[in-house]
C-alpha cells in the first residue's frame, strides 16, 4: 500500500488560454507535450527553465499516482538550423545531431526526467503530409505559388490563446519570420503550412511541390501522432505563445474537431543584463558552461528559486544563493533521519514533503516550497524528501 492518503491533492495551474488558475484533472495517463529545441546552438537558461517547469510538473503529478508522458520533439529542419549549417559549411543534419547530444547531457545533468519521447520533424514527413492534405480538405487551407497556406479567416478562435488583436498579431508574425507581406496570401496572417525550398535546402516531394514543411506543422503532426486529439498539457516559453501555439491549435481543431489542448502552459523568459536571453542578441548563460563550474544540484535549485512564470533576469548571486542553500539543507538532513511511517503502511507524516506538495499544487509555486524547505532546514529537520519532490538530490 502506499501513502496515497497523503498524497491527495490537485494541481492548478495557471493556463494561458482561460488566463486563470485551474485544476488540472488528466486522466490515469498524463499528456505532456513541450516544445523542442531548434538543435543549432547550446542549451542556455531559458531553454533550462522551460524544461525544468515539465520536469517538476510531471513529479508532482506521478507523485499523485498518474503515470506522465512528456513529448519534447527536435525542430531538425527550419530556417534557423538550415542557415547556420550553411554559415559553418556542414550538412544539417549533422550539425542536429551534434546539437541534440550536447541538449540530452545538459539537461541529464539537471537531472531533468527522461523525454518519453524525443521525435524529430524529419522523422514526421509522412504525418506532416497527410496532415496538411486533411486541413486542404477540410476547406482551411489553399495552395498559392508552390506552397501551402492556412486560411485563418476560416478559423474563428483564431486568437483566443494568445488574445491578441489583429494589427498585433500581424506585428508579431512579422517579426518570427511570418513573412505578412508575401503576395500569394489571401491574408496576412495566414500561415505557411508546406513551402517551396531554396536551391540548397532540404526538400521532400508532396502532392502540391516539392518542398518542406513549415514551423508549426510539425508540432500538431508530432503531438497528434504520438498524444492523440487532445494534450493534457501543452506549451513552451512565453514567446511561443503567438503565433506558434495559436496556428498549431488552429490547424489542428480545424481536423480533428475536438480541443487541441487542455491546458496551456507557458514559462516566462530569462534575461540577463536587462534584455530576454536570446540567440540573437548573444546574451547567453549556457547550461554546458554553468556545469563546469558549479554542482549540477545547485543549478537546478537556483532555477527552482524563481517561479516558472514571469520573466526574470539572471544575476551573478543566482549561483552562490543556490550553492549555500544546497549546502544548509544537507547540513540539516545529514545524519537526520527523515520522519518515519508509525505504521507499515501508513502514510509517510513529512512536514517538509507536505509542504512542498502544497506549493507546487498552487500553480507550481517553487519559491515558496523552497523557503519552506528552509524553514524546516533551519528548524533542524531533515528535508530528504521534500527536496527529493522536487528533483533535489541532496
Ligand atoms: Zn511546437
Known amino acids: 500500500m502506499d501513502a496515497g492518503a497523503d498524497r491527495r491533492g490537485v494541481v492548478r495551474l495557471y493556463d494561458t488560454a482561460r488566463r486563470e488558475v485551474a485544476p488540472l484533472d488528466p486522466g490515469p495517463v498524463a499528456t505532456l507535450y513541450s516544445c523542442g529545441i531548434t538543435p543549432y546552438d547550446s542549451a542556455h537558461l531559458g531553454h533550462a527553465q522551460v524544461y525544468l517547469t515539465f520536469d517538476v510538473l510531471q ?41 541534440i547530444a550536447r541538449f540530452d547531457a545538459d539537461m541529464a545533468a ?14 514526421a514527413i509522412a504525418e506532416i503530409l497527410t496532415l496538411i492534405g486533411s486541413v486542404l480538405e477540410s476547406g482551411h487551407a489553399y495552395q498559392a505559388g508552390g506552397a501551402v497556406y492556412f486560411d485563418v479567416t476560416t478559423f474563428e478562435r483564431f486568437g483566443a490563446l494568445s488574445h491578441l488583436d489583429q494589427p498585433t498579431m500581424v506585428a508579431m508574425a512579422a517579426e518570427h519570420g511570418g513573412n505578412p507581406d508575401d503576395p500569394n496570401k489571401r491574408n496576412p496572417l495566414d500561415f505557411v503550412l508546406w513551402q517551396p525550398s531554396l536551391p540548397d535546402e532540404p526538400s521532400w516531394e508532396s502532392r502540391w511541390g516539392p518542398g518542406r514543411p513549415g514551423w508549426h506543422i510539425e508540432c500538431s503532426a508530432l503531438a497528434l501522432r504520438e498524444l492523440g486529439e487532445t494534450v493534457d498539457v501543452h506549451g513552451g516559453g512565453r514567446d511561443l505563445v503567438f503565433p506558434h501555439h495559436e496556428c498549431e491549435t488552429a490547424q489542428s481543431e480545424s481536423v480533428t474537431g475536438r480541443p487541441f489542448v487542455r491546458h496551456w502552459l507557458h514559462v516566462g523568459l530569462v534575461g540577463l543584463d536587462g534584455t530576454k536571453m536570446s540567440k540573437s542578441l548573444g546574451n547567453l548563460v549556457f547550461v554546458g558552461d554553468l556545469v563546469k563550474e558549479w ?30 542553500r544546497l549546502h544548509a539543507w544537507r547540513a540539516a538532513s545529514l545524519g537526520v533521519a527523515p520522519p518515519d511511517a508509525p505504521d507499515a503502511g501508513a502514510p509517510v507524516a513529512d512536514p517538509g514533503l507536505d509542504l512542498v506538495r502544497s506549493f507546487l499544487d498552487d500553480d507550481l509555486d517553487t519559491p515558496g516550497a523552497l523557503a519552506a524547505l528552509d524553514a524546516e532546514a533551519a528548524a533542524g529537520r531533515s528535508v530528504v524528501r521534500g527536496a527529493g519532490l522536487l528533483g533535489v538530490t541532496l
Not at 513529479?59 to 527536435?74: I, M
Not at 518519453?116 to 522523422?123: D, F, N
Open 59 to 99: 513529479r508532482r503529478l506521478r507523485d499523485l499516482g498518474h503515470e506522465t508522458r512528456c513529448v519534447r520533439n527536435v525542430t531538425d529542419v527550419d530556417d534557423d538550423i538550415l542557415r547556420k549549417a550553411r554559415e559553418l559549411g556542414v550538412h544539417y543534419l549533422d550539425l542536429a545531431a551534434e546539437e
Open 110 to 123: 539537471l537531472g531533468l526526467i527522461a523525454a518519453w519521447s524525443e521525435p524529430r520533424a524529419t522523422s
Open 295 to 324: 554542482e549540477p544540484t545547485a543549478i537546478r535549485l537556483a532555477l527552482l528559486h524563481h517561479h516558472y512564470r514571469p520573466d526574470w533576469e539572471w544575476t551573478d548571486e543566482d549561483m552562490p544563493r543556490a550553492a549555500a
